[in-house]
């Protein structure tokens, strides 16, 4: 590993008040403070283990972000602090430490707590600043509940983030627009914008399947995405992936870390993690990546655990940690479709010397090229129009059919 590599890390907390209709994500309504209490011990305890682990491969690590994720984090306050003891000494000096917040869970106190505690970022889920789409997405705040938790939440951190979803039936363009607009007149520094997708696991996604809700096409979700981009640059936002936007100096670092395939290190039911393949730096690393089983039960059950061998994968298996089989070939195609997503890019040589295959261009890359759809800049990074990240997965296989051994 070499020290210009960067280290990220995440917590997922699965708790909710209540099950959102169109949420896939591992998480639970069900549960009591004994039940919380032993998981805020348990997840000390994942960390202090796989940190450690880590630490002894590959040297010194300090994280650049720190996220908190769920599920909804902002249920808990003063329950974090033992935690922060024992990571903040491995966190940088300018480190971004975020926490996913509901807006009827801020209030003054938890406010308080949060920015003592050191977060310095809220990302709150609002979904909707419309009536009808809380409403469809079943969420637990009205539009003024909102507003007051953002003018409030303004008052003791200057990084907000706000997440909005579009899509949803009976969604038109024009409410869309005045979402947009509103937001924007907000004390905010970063959106983050998702098209609604019915997963087959959640009730809209059982009602969709059903034929009792209408997705709405993507050529229309394209037209929503469209709106999103000239809106939000009159509004003096930039963009910076698909679905984010920032105000000047207020990118997502713990996002760009994703996309920047950085490592991380997660811990929490269904948290998926990204660590090095192999301690030597001299060699081209494709990466591991690992997942926790999503029950929260399970997690609960999990023993305190040494790893005994230095092999990461058979490490990580031994605790009970899941992993995906990887190959240059799926490296090379994930690194694809990450750089069609944002403005950082497919690092062609980085991609040669990884996959061992060299970039052909094919004509159809030509052409787009010819069109500036697709720009291939001196430093050999290629990147495609903002308009086109929507369309990232078919980018991804055309450019992929370019690389040839």
């Known amino acids: 590993m070499t020290p210009q590599n960067r280290w990220r890390l995440y917590f997922h907390i699965p708790y909710c008040h209540q099950i959102c209709h169109y949420c896939d994500f591992a998480k639970t309504a069900l549960f009591d403070k004994k039940e919380v209490a032993l998981f805020f011990k348990r997840i000390r305890q994942q960390f202090l283990a796989l ?26 306050s003063t329950e974090y602090s033992a935690l922060f003891q024992v990571i903040e000494r491995y966190l940088n000096p300018n480190v971004e430490v975020t926490l996913e917040a509901n807006p009827n869970d801020i209030c003054l106190e938890n406010l308080k707590v949060w920015r003592d505690l050191g977060i310095n970022r809220l990302s709150i889920g609002a979904q909707s600043l419309d009536h009808e789409g809380l ?31 579009y899509g949803w039936q009976n969604h038109t363009p024009g409410i869309w627009q005045r979402e947009l607009k509103e937001s924007a007149q907000l004390p905010l520094q970063h959106l983050s914008l998702y098209n609604l997708t019915y997963e087959v696991q959640t009730p809209i996604g059982r009602r969709a399947h059903r034929g009792l809700i209408k997705p709405i096409d993507d050529d229309v979700l394209f037209d929503f ?6 809106c939000l640059a009159d509004q003096g936002f930039c963009q910076e992936e698909v679905s984010n936007w920032f105000l ?16 991380t290190l997660a811990i929490g039911p269904g948290a998926h993690g990204f ?22 039960k399970s997690f609960l059950k999990t023993k305190e655990f040494v790893f005994q061998t230095k092999n990461h994968q058979q ?9 995906d ?35 052909q261009p094919t004509p159809l890359i030509h052409e787009a090229t010819n069109k500036n759809i697709l720009h291939i800049c001196s430093k050999r990074i290629l990147t495609l129009d903002p308009k086109e990240w929507f369309r990232e997965q078919a980018w991804a296989l055309k450019i992929l059919d370019c690389f040839q051994t």
């Not at 070939?329 to 980085?350: F, N, P, Q, V, Y």
């Open 51 to 76: 940190f450690s682990y880590m630490r002894s491969l590959h040297g010194e690590i300090y994280f650049d972000s720190l996220y908190f994720g769920g599920g909804t984090p902002s249920l808990y």
């Open 135 to 165: 409403k469809f997405l079943t969420r637990n705040h009205s539009v003024s509940d909102i507003y007051r938790s953002i003018n409030l939440a303004a008052k003791f951190f200057d990084n907000l983030s706000l997440d909005l979803i």
């Open 225 to 230: 995405y469209q709106i999103a981009m000239e």
């Open 248 to 263: 000047p100096s207020f990118a997502a670092q713990h996002n760009r870390g994703y996309w920047n395939m950085d490592y």
């Open 275 to 296: 660590l090095p393949s192999h301690s030597d730096s001299q060699l081209p690393d494709i990466g591991l990546r690992y997942f926790y089983p999503r029950s929260e």
């Open 315 to 323: 490490g990580l298996q031994e605790v009970g940690l899941n992993i």
């Open 325 to 359: 089989e990887r190959s240059t070939d799926s490296w090379l195609l994930e690194a694809i479709s990450l750089g069609c997503r944002s403005e950082i890019g497919i690092d062609l040589a980085k991609a040669e010397y990884v996959s061992g295959k060299k970039f």
